[in-house]
């Protein structure tokens, strides 16, 4: 019988070293270099990565001195400027290869160097870069100056309550706004509460966004001026509205209308006061002969009308012959001693001149505004899609097709109807007054008479129509009012500033416009940033970051 300790030195191994020599293979070893170079380059490529796009969850930095702020809005200056430069150039290199056909082969070099070291490339991103250096130094720079006091009772009149404040930040249900904010938004709003004030952001912003749209020629300014501005009207009414549990149903589609009413009366009656490219794409949506539309606004204007726009129309091919009778009765009349133009519109036959019955000609022109429509909303649903969704297509791309299919078949139709429903108040309304003006079995008072066929009559129809906005995806009607609410503002404007009710702002209009939307805009990013669109926000975390 075997003792215990024999078995214990039988399964214990050998304590001695052994006599041959050991190594590691080379392949072991220059696979262990392999991965370790890897995880260097990989590490080298987040690190550059951060550079150019900036990652959910950074927090807000902690600045201790000016020197810091002037440090730190140094590199974020120098950070978007390069951003901004490498953006507008590769936009302007897209342009310029679309001409390429155009272009001869000599020149072509020349195109693309001026593409992407032109000035637009370098004002660009003078304009972003000065933005986002001034904005952060002196919102970063402010509470060293004038820090926040915990035992202070006198706020700014631009902040509310910061217990309030807090309270209505969390108090968004999730039957309202929901937001959806990066990783960083409780760093973010923990910095604001602790270091700074409202008035902070609303003087960093009104100061940066004010000198750096000088960069931009004069011709864009107003452009960017404008969606800035109505960009900050809507984050600050979205964070006026939250808190004091304001809700206005369909307030979207209630904005849009109350522009169309703008527009559409400009259209016809101011066209000076909308932008040139605007008015050409409306009246090409529109259908009707310039000649119709140009005696539709002269009409407006002076009551009167030109006699070779009925000229040019009696020229048209597709006159139909009642068509034509009609429109030489009409020129008769204004060629008498003394002219008389008739009632105060146009006729229809001017204004559908190929065919005579105007209940003809709204499923006509919905189907051919339908058409020309499609091909622009198929890029604008598709191109962001492909350019921003791509994981989202490439993991379901018969959905996604689908998804921006049906959008841009909504886009078309609204499009389509809004136009089809104004050419049939046109004609209703312009039809009612003929009728109501020739019987003679009930006397109409002459103000009702005189409203049918008024220039703001052409709004009311714009306010009506533009419910056809209801066709389209609920995601998109804000984004169509505001598109529309700074042309609608800009046309209002010029026309109260033509009639002596507001002051010229000079030539200093855009940066008071731009300083007045940034301050508005960075209030609420700073603060609020879940009342901003979600494009908005986003560029402006890839710019600026928390501070």
């Known amino acids: 019988?075997?003792?215990?300790?024999?078995?214990?030195?039988?399964?214990?191994?050998?304590?001695?070293?052994?006599?041959?020599?050991?190594?590691?293979?080379?392949?072991?070893?220059?696979?262990?270099?392999?991965?370790?170079?890897?995880?260097?380059?990989?590490?080298?490529?987040?690190?550059?990565?951060?550079?150019?796009?900036?990652?959910?969850?950074?927090?807000?930095?902690?600045?201790?001195?000016?020197?810091?702020?002037?440090?730190?809005?140094?590199?974020?200056?120098?950070?978007?400027?390069?951003?901004?430069?490498?953006?507008?150039?590769?936009?302007?290199?897209?342009?310029?290869?679309?001409?390429?056909?155009?272009?001869?082969?000599?020149?072509?070099?020349?195109?693309?160097r001026h593409a992407i070291f032109g000035k637009d490339s370098f004002r660009f991103a003078a304009m972003l870069g000065s933005f986002v250096g001034l904005y952060k130094s002196i919102l970063n720079t402010l509470p060293i100056i004038h820090p926040?006091?915990?035992?202070?009772?006198?706020?700014?009149?631009?902040?509310?309550?910061?217990?309030?404040?807090?309270?209505?930040?969390?108090?968004?249900?999730?039957?309202?706004?929901?937001?959806?904010?990066?990783?960083?938004?409780?760093?973010?709003?923990?910095?604001?509460?602790?270091?700074?004030?409202?008035?902070?952001a609303v003087v960093a912003g009104a100061i940066a966004g004010g000198a750096a749209i000088m960069f931009e020629k004069r011709s864009r300014r107003l452009i960017i001026a404008q969606q800035l501005f109505v960009r900050g009207l809507q984050g600050s009414f979205n964070a006026f509205t939250s808190k004091r549990g304001i809700h206005i149903p369909h307030g979207d589609v209630l904005l849009f209308s109350v522009c169309s009413v703008q527009i559409v009366y400009a259209l016809f009656s101011r066209p000076e006061t909308l932008p040139r490219s605007y008015t050409a794409w409306l009246s090409k949506a529109s259908g009707a002969p310039i000649t119709a539309l140009k005696m539709v606004t002269d009409i407006n204007r002076t009551r009167k009308f030109s006699v070779s726009d009925l000229d040019a129309i009696l020229e048209r091919d597709d006159l139909v012959p009642a068509n034509r009778t009609a429109i030489l009765a009409r020129q008769v009349l204004a060629t008498n001693t003394p002219p008389d133009f008739g009632p105060p519109y146009a006729p229809c036959a001017a204004v559908h001149p190929w065919v005579e019955s105007c209940l003809a000609v709204p499923l006509p022109r919905l189907w051919n505004v339908f058409r020309w429509g499609f091909p622009i909303y198929g890029a604008l649903h598709f191109i962001p899609l492909i350019l921003f969704k791509r994981g989202t297509f490439l993991s379901n791309p018969l959905r996604m097709v689908w998804k921006a299919l049906w959008g841009t078949i909504r886009s078309s139709a609204f499009l389509a109807t809004f136009i089809a429903a104004y050419q049939s108040w046109f004609c209703f309304n312009h039809n009612l007054h003929a009728l109501l003006t020739s019987q003679t079995n009930v006397k109409i008072p002459q103000s009702i008479l005189?409203?049918?066929?008024?220039?703001?009559?052409?709004?009311?129809?714009?306010?009506?129509?533009?419910?056809?906005?209801?066709?389209?995806?609920?995601?998109?009607?804000?984004?169509?009012?505001?598109?529309?609410?700074?042309?609608?503002?800009?046309?209002?404007?010029?026309?109260a500033r033509g009639k002596g009710w507001v002051f010229r702002t000079g030539e200093f209009g855009e940066m008071i416009l731009t300083a007045i939307g940034m301050g508005l805009v960075m209030s609420t990013y700073q603060n609020e940033p879940q009342h901003l669109s979600s494009l908005v926000r986003r560029m402006l975390y890839q710019f600026i970051g928390p501070n």
């Open 148 to 200: 926040v006091s915990p035992s202070s009772t006198s706020p700014s009149p631009l902040e509310e309550d910061e217990d309030l404040e807090e309270e209505a930040f969390q108090e968004i249900s999730s039957s309202e706004r929901r937001p959806r904010l990066s990783l960083s938004a409780k760093a973010h709003q923990e910095w604001v509460r602790k270091k700074t004030r409202r008035w902070h």
């Open 450 to 495: 005189a409203i049918l066929v008024s220039k703001y009559s052409y709004g009311i129809g714009g306010f009506l129509c533009a419910l056809s906005i209801l066709i389209e995806e609920k995601r998109r009607r804000g984004e169509l009012a505001m598109y529309v609410l700074p042309k609608g503002l800009e046309s209002a404007w010029l026309t």
């Open 1 to 112: 019988m075997s003792r215990p300790d024999d078995d214990e030195s039988r399964l214990r191994p050998l304590s001695r070293v052994p006599s041959y020599i050991q190594f590691t293979p080379r392949r072991a070893v220059a696979s262990f270099e392999n991965l370790v170079a890897l995880a260097n380059h990989q590490e080298r490529l987040k690190e550059a990565r951060k550079i150019i796009w900036r990652d959910r969850g950074e927090p807000a930095v902690e600045l201790t001195d000016i020197w810091e702020c002037v440090e730190h809005a140094g590199r974020g200056a120098l950070r978007a400027g390069a951003i901004a430069f490498a953006i507008r150039a590769s936009l302007n290199l897209v342009l310029a290869a679309l001409r390429f056909g155009s272009v001869p082969k000599a020149m072509r070099f020349a195109l693309i």
